[in-house]
């Protein structure tokens, strides 16, 4: 994780579904917390907050 940057999309585990995509907006390596941008939260786009459970996530792709 200490190589995420800004703008590389991020997908989430779903239980029982196909994973939540999202950007990344920042990641702090000292609190393992990540802030990302993602919509079809409740038919919006919201800015989120989460320490990182490796577990939850599915990839981590930087667009070229």
Same mark, same amino acid.
């Not at 200490?2 to 989430?12: C, H, K, M, Q, R």
């Not at 941008?37 to 981590?60: A, E, F, K």
């Given at each position: 994780?200490?190589?995420?940057? &800004?703008?590389?999309?991020? !997908?989430?585990?779903?239980? %029982? ?8 907006? @920042?990641?702090? &390596?000292?609190?393992?917390? !990540?802030?990302?941008?993602? %919509? ?8 989120? @907050? ?15």
């Amino acid at each position: 994780p200490s190589a995420w940057e &800004p703008g590389d999309v991020i !997908v989430f585990h779903r239980d %029982g579904g196909s994973g939540h995509v999202a950007i990344i907006e @920042s990641y702090d &390596p000292a609190t393992n917390k !990540v802030t990302y941008i993602g %919509g079809n939260q409740s038919n919006n786009v919201t800015r989120s @907050s989460r320490t990182v459970n490796v577990n939850r996530i599915q990839t981590v792709n930087r667009p070229k």
